[in-house]
C-alpha cells in the first residue's frame, strides 16, 4: 500500500499533467490525495519541494530507461528506444507540458532535464553512427549533418506529445514511433530500409 508521501507525488504527477504545475494549488493536491493541507505539509512544506521530488523520481525513471537500451545489433535500437520513450511519455505527461515553466521557475530542476537531454542527445548519435558504420544509414553528406538530426529527434522526442495535444491530434504509440522514423528513414541505405522493414512496428 502506498504511503501518504507516495500518493502525494502520484496526485500530483496527474495534476500537473492536467492543469499545469503553476495551476496546480497545494489545496488540489490534498484533495486529490484526501488529507489536509496541514497533513501534506508535514510532508512537503511547499509545492517547490513537490516538483523537485517528482522530478527526482521521473528522471531517475528516464536514467534507467537509457542504461537499459543495450545497443542492438540492428536498427531494433532505435525501435526499442522509441517505445520506451513512448511508454514513458504516457506515464509522465507533466515532463514534456512544463518546460517553460520549469525553466522559469526551478533552476535546479531545469539543470537536471538540460544534462538528461545531452545523454538523451549522446545515445542518438551514438545509434546513427553504429548503423552508419554497419551500412545501414548513408555515409554523413555533410559535416555535422548527422549531429543535427540528432536534434531533430530529440526536440521531436520533447515536442510531439505537447503538440499533439494542442492540435487534437491522436497520442497513441504507433503515430510517435512514425514520426521520429520519418526523420531517419531518408537517411537508411537499401540494405538499411530491408533491416527497417523487419523490425519496425509501424
Do not use: C
Not at 503538440?163 to 541505405?189: A, G, R
Request: proline fraction near 2%; charged fraction near 30%.
Amino acid at each position: 500500500m502506498a504511503t501518504t508521501k507516495e500518493r502525494i507525488i502520484l496526485n500530483s504527477r496527474k495534476l500537473f499533467s492536467e492543469y499545469g504545475i503553476a495551476n496546480t494549488r497545494l489545496q488540489q493536491i490534498a484533495d486529490e490525495t484526501e488529507i489536509s493541507v496541514g497533513n501534506l505539509a508535514y510532508h512537503f512544506k511547499n509545492k517547490e519541494e513537490i516538483v523537485w521530488e517528482l522530478y527526482q523520481e521521473t528522471l531517475e525513471e528516464l536514467s534507467q530507461i537509457l542504461l537499459m537500451s543495450k545497443i542492438y545489433p540492428s536498427l531494433e535500437s532505435f525501435e526499442t528506444k522509441f517505445s520506451n520513450l513512448y511508454g514513458f511519455m504516457e506515464k509522465n505527461i507533466f515532463y514534456f507540458t512544463n518546460f517553460w515553466e520549469i525553466k522559469r521557475n526551478y533552476p535546479l530542476v531545469n539543470e537536471k532535464t538540460q544534462a538528461i537531454n545531452k545523454k538523451i542527445l549522446s545515445k542518438l548519435k551514438k545509434r546513427i553512427l553504429d548503423n552508419e558504420k554497419r551500412g545501414m544509414m548513408k555515409k554523413e553528406e555533410n559535416k555535422g549533418g548527422y549531429d543535427l538530426l540528432s536534434v531533430a529527434l530529440l526536440n521531436s522526442i520533447n515536442t510531439w506529445f505537447p503538440q499533439q495535444l494542442l492540435n487534437d491530434k491522436p497520442i497513441k504509440e504507433k503515430v510517435f514511433k512514425s514520426y521520429l522514423w520519418n526523420h531517419l528513414y531518408p537517411h537508411l541505405t537499401e540494405k538499411g530500409r530491408k533491416e527497417f522493414r523487419s523490425v519496425s512496428m509501424i
